[in-house]
């Protein structure tokens, strides 16, 4: 596994074109679906000594070759949003002082990922052996699965914020078997598990951040309501059994706050699907 601690000095090294937009199609994709994702190395001035980690995305220049890789489409949303919450510590739409932590973390996900990529690429394609031949070790783009962006997703599949060690710990458990269990038994990017990612993203304030303002403007005042409305939820939510992370009904205060933060055109499928879902979305948004 790659290694990503926030607090190691870095600077960002490449640049990302995602295929798509963060929509409610981000969560219905099928098994063997796949996207395009562009990397570009940045270019700097080696006279500039600025020891700033995250730039506005303007400021950045990207150097003439790029790279192109084809990968699971269940990657977009996390890609998206990734870049989305740079972009918001860029332009000062979010507090500096209070996220500039996870926007180092960020950052240093997104270039390990492409670092796996780059040496995914490299591994030979076939192999040759003595009485048997040439044997292709090829492997079809949709099967990838990444070191660096899987146990995030699957820790965002149990409502699990990252940067709060402790409820990552309690979540995972202290021995191997239960973080191989944690870990390995599902696989975050297969679509009948898209659901119960979107519903439990509710409870990952950062995530929901990014999906309330993919295409619009954020405040201070958005990202302190999504802080309150978070306490909200997870007062909420401890009043219900701990499987209920393994379902994708909504309760009527996650609807509530999908109503507050303008969240309804991503979470519309996922109302509509829920066991009294007409009436839920009758109730909050007509």
């Not at 084809?70 to 979010?94: K, N, P, Q």
């Not at 994708?248 to 991503?266: A, C, G, H, N, P």
Request: hydrophobic share 35%; net charge negative.
């Amino acid at each position: 596994m790659l290694a990503v601690h926030p607090l190691t000095p870095h600077r960002q090294e490449y640049m990302f074109t995602v295929e798509g937009e963060i929509s409610p199609g981000s969560f219905d994709y099928g098994e063997k679906e796949t996207m395009q994702l562009i990397v570009h190395k940045i270019v700097r001035d080696p006279r500039d000594n600025e020891p700033r980690t995250i730039l506005t995305q303007e400021d950045l220049v990207p150097g003439e070759n790029s790279e192109e890789y084809t990968i699971h489409a269940g990657y977009r949303r996390v890609l998206l949003g990734f870049l989305r919450e740079v972009d918001m510590l860029g332009s000062g739409e979010v507090p500096v002082n209070e996220y500039s932590f996870r926007g180092r973390y960020i950052v240093k996900v997104l270039d390990s990922f492409v670092k796996e990529l780059e040496l995914h690429r490299k591994k030979p394609r076939s192999l040759t052996s003595p009485g048997v031949g040439t044997t292709s070790t090829a492997e079809e783009p949709h099967l990838f699965r990444s070191q660096v962006l899987n146990p995030i997703l699957q820790r965002q599949l149990c409502g699990i914020y990252d940067n709060e060690p402790e409820t990552v710990r309690r979540a995972v458990g202290a021995s191997i078997e239960a973080a191989e269990c944690f870990y390995l038994t599902l696989d975050p990017l297969h679509p009948d598990l898209a659901r119960r990612m979107l519903k439990n993203l509710l409870y990952v304030w950062p995530v929901r951040l990014s999906l309330a303002f993919y295409s619009r403007q954020g405040t201070k005042a958005s990202f302190d309501n999504t802080l309150i409305n978070t306490s909200f939820l997870v007062q909420n939510r401890s009043k219900y059994p701990t499987d209920a992370w393994d379902k994708s009904m909504l309760y009527d205060f996650e609807v509530e706050t999908i109503r507050k933060e303008s969240l309804e055109d991503v979470y519309r499928l996922l109302i509509e699907a829920s066991v009294s879902g007409g009436s839920l979305f009758r109730k909050y948004f007509l």
